[in-house]
């Protein structure tokens, strides 16, 4: 606080006249000197502007003082540099007898800058000079002037001349000097000037202010001008090079250690400068021209370039010892581009081959099954047709699996989860593989869903243990390892045909003999075998091989002759929730009495089909082409199923027929047969959506069960519809007849008596009635609760439940929580303010939560989550009536 204290009083006790002025040119202080030369005080002053405050001659001597003052204040303000003003009219406003008078005084200035941590002006410092003696004679302005004793007039007079000389030659100087700054300070480099042994700073252009962080160095030697070139040795001999030898010295590219700022870090530049030395002509060096630029950024640039071009030869020489080192690989891709077209015709092959071969055997196999029942008791026929059969089914086998190579297979993919499928088929395995192979079985945790065929996937993994064990000669470890795997670009660069992605891997790897190389080459190729004549047919790893394409995966061969076998297949991740498992059609053969309508091409398959669809007690109608059944179609004759083959001549595709089929009849089922589906209802390789299809060929017993199954699905859907369209009545007894007065609503089961013994919950038929819109969820619902021993009437609106439940009793409500119109809980609250005995179940999509927020809780509702199944249902019944 002293020291504050005194640099104030040493401010206001300076002889020359000093004052402070802001960025806007207000004054900030004065001192007393200031004051006293300009007759002026503090308190007018201070926070004014200069201008406002200087007073103005009404007949100026010199009209450019004023503008000579402001452009010197803007050049400290724009350069950040200190300003000398040689010479300035400004008068000065003095009291007189008469009132203040104006005296006119010509002042030198010096303007400095105060700069902040910033480095921008923040402060004007002002130092004047009163030199108004310098050019008046006491006569030329009437004032009493100093005493000059022992000078003579002729003295004085040169003494005056002089000193006009000396003013004149001072305005020539500064303006030189000024115009001498402009033109360097519009130089693109840094200037400046070093004057004398010591390296004096006696000029630097604004181009150098950034590099000394905007201080004012003019006056200061170099060294304390920048005092981390203490110990530079280079540069200083560099500098008595010029100034001592007068040469001129030029460098590019000088790695300079340098401080921008005062206090701030030292940063490596690159420059580029000359040094030359200044001289009078012929005199000796007075100083030293520095002329420079900043390259630092050119030079990283330029470091950068250099640093890619070596990177680029790098890359050129590893390209070139790699394009070298390829040529075996791509001789070895050439030949897989070979054995790859090579498979593909042969898939065409087989894929052209399989309809008439599927044919051929569905014949066949009709007339066995149905040639069969007319050899009953005699065994040597029986026996005959029996290895007839099997012969057929080893042919069928056998088209599927050239199918599968061929990529044409129809699949029917699911989400599913491969470590429970594989877990799934242990028993399987271990009995196929024998007490003397070890099965182990790895799955990895976090295990991602893939979209795949489950039932061709199981078809696959038997088919690699099969050739594991023979590989192993029935003894050895069989190991089935199930983990996540990502296949990256540089992968797939090495396999084009492989797409970069996530993928779930099932790798099986067995101890067994191993392959030759010649092998591995030939391994997924069809009818390629190791394996003794009879052994196989050399169509299993082809088979898994088509069958991993289809399915959008990778398949890769692991093996050495003598150290056993690994084969990876790769499956692309799904990333939805696994799929439920796909109906499995068992159980006993059962015919019908609906119109199926048959629709085959070839004669003989259509002749063996009617009969054996006849012979299961259908009523058959039949069609050669989809021309010819759509004839049959259009005559509103009541068909209930379409059986068409997917390969049809004439204009009409199967697919169509179809459609056209629909149209006509809302509620037929469609079931296609095919041994070669092509492209009318497999895209992708798998089949459309809500197709259903019986490949060829096919038993007696499959047909039937297919057709069986169709159909009880298009009576459950018909029974569910018609329930919902007609006015609901009693499940036990009629309704009573309609009166003018509301019907009275029926009374509520009687509650046991305290001495006798209570039903046990739910063990007693119970009246159901159910409320779900959607259509698959009711008639699962329904036939849960029917397994139950229930009685179930479904609805599928809260509306028709009210008309139900006025037409007749029921002893449980179950209702959907989201319905269409009014919601399940608006149902439940109304039946529930009745009190009429009605237990309540309210299925909930939420869990646990089945009301909205906010709203009051029901009171004896039980809530069923979904998804439910069986046990959930039962358990919630007999809660419902249990409750009071």
Avoid at 79 to 97: F, K
Avoid at 283 to 291: E, F, H, N
């Amino acid at each position: 606080m002293s020291d504050m204290i005194d640099s104030q009083k040493l401010f206001d006790s300076a002889p020359a006249p000093l004052m402070v002025l802001d960025r806007e040119l207000k004054y900030v202080a004065a001192n007393q000197a200031y004051l006293q030369a300009t007759s002026l005080r503090r308190d007018e002053i201070i926070g004014r502007n200069l201008f406002e405050v200087l007073p103005r001659d009404s007949d100026p001597s010199d009209p450019d003082g004023a503008v000579k003052l402001r452009e010197s204040l803007e050049r400290v303000l724009a350069s950040r540099m200190p300003d000398l003003l040689a010479m300035a009219v400004q008068p000065v406003s003095r009291p007189g007898e008469g009132g203040p008078v104006l005296e006119k005084r010509v002042w030198t200035y010096s303007h400095k800058p105060l700069l902040d941590a910033t480095g921008n002006v923040a402060f004007i410092l002002q130092h004047a000079v009163d030199v108004t003696d310098l050019r008046t004679t006491n006569g030329a302005t009437g004032a009493k002037g100093p005493r000059l004793e022992g000078v003579s007039g002729e003295q004085l007079a040169s003494l005056i001349g002089q000193a006009w000389t000396v003013q004149e030659n001072n305005k020539e100087l500064d303006y030189e000097r000024r115009y001498l700054r402009q033109l360097i300070d519009l130089l693109p480099g840094c200037v400046g000037v070093l004057r004398g042994p010591d390296y004096v700073f006696d000029m630097i252009n604004a181009n150098y202010l950034p590099y000394v962080g905007f201080r004012d160095v003019v006056g200061l030697p170099l060294l304390k001008a920048r005092p981390e070139f203490e110990g530079n040795k280079s540069l200083f001999d560099m500098l008595g090079r010029v100034y001592y030898q007068g040469e001129t010295i030029s460098m590019k590219g000088y790695k300079l250690a340098i401080r921008l700022q005062k206090d701030g870090p030292i940063e490596n530049l690159v420059v580029d400068f000359e040094y030359r030395p200044v001289r009078v002509s012929g005199g000796p060096v007075m100083a030293i021209l520095i002329y420079g630029q900043d390259v630092t950024e050119k030079a990283h640039a330029e470091a950068q370039v250099r640093h890619y071009q070596e990177h680029l030869e790098q890359l050129v020489r590893e390209r070139t010892r790699a394009l070298e080192e390829s040529e075996a690989e791509r001789r070895k891709t050439e030949e897989q581009l070979r054995q790859s077209q090579k498979m593909e015709a042969v898939g065409k092959l087989t894929g052209g081959v399989a309809h008439d071969f599927n044919n051929l055997l569905q014949v066949i196999a009709g007339n066995l099954q149905l040639l069969q029942r007319d050899v009953v008791g005699n065994e040597r026929a029986l026996h005959r047709v029996q290895t007839a059969t099997r012969a057929v089914e080893r042919g069928a086998k056998l088209a599927s699996q050239l199918l599968s190579f061929a990529r044409r297979q129809p699949l029917q993919p699911l989400v599913v989860n491969l470590s429970r499928l594989v877990r799934g088929m242990d028993e399987l395995l271990r009995r196929t593989l024998g007490e003397d192979v070890e099965l182990e079985t790895v799955t990895a945790g976090g295990l991602w869903n893939t979209a795949i065929d489950p039932n061709q996937l199981e078809n696959v993994i038997l088919n690699l243990a099969i050739n594991a064990r023979d590989a192993m000669s029935n003894n050895g470890k069989l190991t089935i390892e199930v983990s996540n795997a990502v296949l990256d670009d540089r992968y797939c660069r090495m396999h084009p045909e492989v797409l970069p992605g996530q993928y779930v891997l099932l790798a099986v790897s067995d101890t067994g003999s191993g392959m030759t190389p010649e092998v591995m080459e030939r391994a997924f190729e069809p009818f390629f075998t190791t394996k003794p004549e009879g052994r196989g047919t050399g169509l299993g790893l082809s088979m898994v091989y088509g069958f991993v394409k289809q399915s959008g995966g990778h398949i890769k061969l692991y093996s050495e002759l003598g150290h056993g076998t690994t084969i990876k297949l790769y499956m692309p991740r799904a990333v939805e929730a696994e799929s439920m498992d796909a109906q499995v059609i068992t159980g006993p053969i059962e015919g019908g009495t609906e119109t199926i309508l048959v629709v085959e091409d070839d004669p003989e398959v259509r002749t063996t089909v009617v009969e054996m669809v006849s012979e299961l007690g259908y009523r058959v109608l039949k069609a050669v082409d989809a021309q010819s059944a759509l004839v049959i179609l259009q005559s509103g004759v009541p068909i209930e199923l379409l059986f068409t083959d997917v390969v049809m001549p004439g204009p009409v595709r199967s697919p169509e027929l179809a459609k056209q089929a629909k149209a006509l009849h809302p509620d037929i089922e469609v079931l296609f047969t095919s041994g070669y589906t092509e492209n009318a209802i497999v895209h992708g390789g798998r089949l459309d959506p809500g197709v259903q299809l019986l490949s060829k060929p096919y038993s007696r017993e499959d047909l039937a069960r297919k057709l069986r199954q169709l159909l009880n699905g298009r009576q459950q859907r018909l029974a569910v519809r018609g329930a919902a369209r007609v006015v609901p009545r009693p499940l036990t007894s009629p309704a009573p007849a309609p009166s003018a007065s509301p019907s009275p609503t029926p009374p509520p089961a009687p509650a046991p008596s305290a001495s006798s013994s209570p039903t046990p919950p739910a063990s007693r038929r119970l009246r159901v009635l159910l409320v779900e819109d959607d259509e698959d969820v009711r008639s699962s619902a329904c036939e849960l609760m029917d397994l139950l021993g229930h009685e179930v009437l479904a609805v599928t609106s809260a509306e028709e439940a009210k008309g139900a439940m006025a037409a007749s009793g029921f002893d449980v409500l179950f209702t959907d929580v989201t319905l269409p119109g009014a919601s399940g809980v608006d149902l439940a609250r109304e039946v529930a303010s009745r009190k009429t005995g009605i237990k309540i179940i309210l299925a909930s999509g939420h869990g646990h939560v089945a009301l909205p927020r906010g709203e009051a809780p029901l009171e004896g509702v039980v809530v069923l989550p979904k998804p439910y199944a069986l046990p959930q249902i039962q358990a919630a019944l007999e809660q419902a009536v249990a409750l009071p």
